[in-house]
T-cell receptor, first 118, second 113 residues
Framework: AQTVTQSQPEMSVQEAETVTLSCTYD???????LFWYKQPPSRQMILVIR??????QNATENRFSVNFQKAAKSFSLKISDSQLGDTAMYFC???????????????FGQGTELSVKP | EAQVTQNPRYLITVTGKKLTVTCSQN?????MSWYRQDPGLGLRQIYY???????DKGDVPEGYKVSRKEKRNFPLILESPSPNQTSLYFC????????????FGPGTRLTVT
């Protein structure tokens, strides 16, 4: 069975600084997806970034980038130029690749509560 | 607007009183699922459905039921709620050919006293 571990329950960063959130996972699958979701106080689940395991290049989305280390089963999220609006719970998640309409189950980590301080 | 809706958004109820949380999506997605979120545990899948009349258990199905009579709707039923079902619940959907595109509902905060 797959597992996802986020070992940092809480983190804080000063506005405009850079912060890295850690995530490790365990799987015997070779083809899968990894995600970072943001959950602000509104509780809405917002996709931050997605990485396909077969792609060696790390995904980036504006100020958000990942460091994907497949052999080490590590998937960290770097937030550059942190903004007050980045304050939220962040979840790392895993999904194994499936064939058409064979499901889309996400396995989530425990979450990291990030506070951006002015 | 493409969206997943859930109702109610907040619910306080008492032990044993049957309740239903509705979930509806307007994107013609085949796959739908329910998750519960608890502090320190992240989100865990309760039930899922791959299409109309096709449902199956997720990781934490005890105490829950679901049905999928129409493609757009996937209600979560708690026949006899207990305090350990106090949680934040999310419905999600995705298209059959792009399972990695998950659309989440806004969440339902349930408190069972």
């Amino acid at each position: 069975a797959q597992t996802v571990t986020q070992s940092q329950p809480e983190m804080s960063v000063q506005e405009a600084e850079t912060v890295t959130l850690s995530c490790t996972y365990d799987t015997s699958e070779n083809n899968y997806y990894l995600f970072w979701y943001k959950q602000p106080p509104s509780r809405q689940m917002i996709l931050v970034i997605r990485q396909e395991a077969y792609k060696q290049q790390n995904a980036t989305e504006n100020r958000f980038s990942v460091n994907f280390q497949k052999a080490a089963k590590s998937f960290s999220l770097k937030i550059s130029d942190s903004q007050l609006g980045d304050t939220a719970m962040y979840f790392c998640a895993f999904m194994k690749h499936v064939k058409y309409n064979q499901g889309g189950k996400l396995i989530f980590g425990q979450g990291t509560e990030l506070s951006v301080k002015p | 607007e493409a969206q997943v809706t859930q109702n109610p958004r907040y619910l306080i109820t008492v032990t044993g009183k049957k309740l239903t949380v509705t979930c509806s999506q307007n994107m013609n997605h085949e796959y739908m699922s329910w998750y519960r979120q608890d502090p320190g545990l992240g989100l865990r899948q309760i039930y899922y459905s791959m299409n109309v009349e096709v449902t199956d258990k997720g990781d934490v199905p005890e105490g829950y039921k679901v049905s999928r009579k129409e493609k757009r709707n996937f209600p979560l039923i708690l026949e006899s709620p207990s305090p350990n079902q106090t949680s934040l619940y999310f419905c999600a959907s995705s298209p059959g050919d792009r399972s990695y595109e998950q659309y989440f509902g806004p969440g339902t905060r349930l408190t069972v006293t």
